[in-house]
């Protein structure tokens, strides 16, 4: 079965830096578009980026635009997400989640357990 | 930016059934999801394309979408399903492609 285990976060200082990464597991990585998805905890789902497939474009939300790149290595079955310049408001659990099928706009089918991004002083 | 509209909370006794429902502007003519999520646990897809549900979900979900508001309809509800409940669409237009609604916290009294 697929499986995603996110890692990399943590406590930072605003306007640090962290790097995430999102090891997956059980399907062929290189076929799907990747996601992440931010949760403050108590609050809702927002959606921070997107990959296709191949690398080849990218989407991101205008809250992190500029500020974050989404990027994988699919020799390495492994999303990353580069966060810089961080700010208070970036705190949040931060998932990876796959879209099911061969829609690039399908439902989320598969999601990691979350890693903990804290940006505080 | 598009926006998805859930009550903040719905409850029920074990046995009846819960509706939550997800307004948005002509929602409609959009692919709505829905996603269960438990304390401390990722989202769980329960329907997707409206009123489909994945393998090894329970027919007790289903899900409905027209004009403004789709509703995700729980029967014969039980302890377990007490979770937060997320709709979602995509919507090219907004800032955000992939758009969620609040949640909604279903007690199960």
């Known amino acids: 079965e697929a499986q995603l285990v996110e890692s990399g976060g943590g406590l930072v200082q605003p306007g640090g830096s962290l790097r995430l990464s999102c090891a997956a597991s059980?399907?062929?990585?290189?076929?799907?578009?990747m996601h992440w998805v931010r949760q403050v905890p108590g609050k809702g789902l927002v959606w921070v980026s997107r990959i296709h497939s191949d690398g080849s474009s990218t989407t991101y939300a205008d809250s992190v635009k500029g500020r974050f790149t989404i990027s994988r290595d699919n020799a390495k079955n492994t999303l990353y997400l580069q966060m810089n310049s961080l700010r208070a408001e970036d705190t949040a659990v931060y998932y990876c989640?796959?879209?099911?099928?061969?829609?690039?706009?399908?439902?989320?089918?598969?999601w990691g357990r979350g890693t903990l991004v804290t940006v505080s002083s | 930016s598009y926006v998805l509209t859930q009550p903040p909370s719905v409850s029920v006794a074990p046995g009846q059934t819960a509706r939550i429902s997800c307004g948005g502007n002509n929602i409609g003519d959009k692919s709505v999801h829905w996603y269960q999520q438990r304390p401390g646990q990722a989202p769980v897809v329960v329907v997707h394309d409206d009123s489909d549900r994945p393998s090894g979900i329970p027919e007790r979900f289903s899900g409905s979408n027209s004009g403004n508001t789709a509703t995700l309809t729980i029967s014969r509800v039980e302890a377990g399903d007490e979770a937060d409940y997320f709709c979602q669409v995509w919507d090219s237009s907004s800032d955000h492609l992939v758009v969620f609604g609040g949640g909604t916290k279903l007690t199960v009294l």
């Open positions: 989640a796959r879209v099911g099928g061969m829609v690039p706009t399908s439902y989320f089918d598969y």
């Open positions: 059980g399907f062929t990585f290189r076929s799907y578009w």
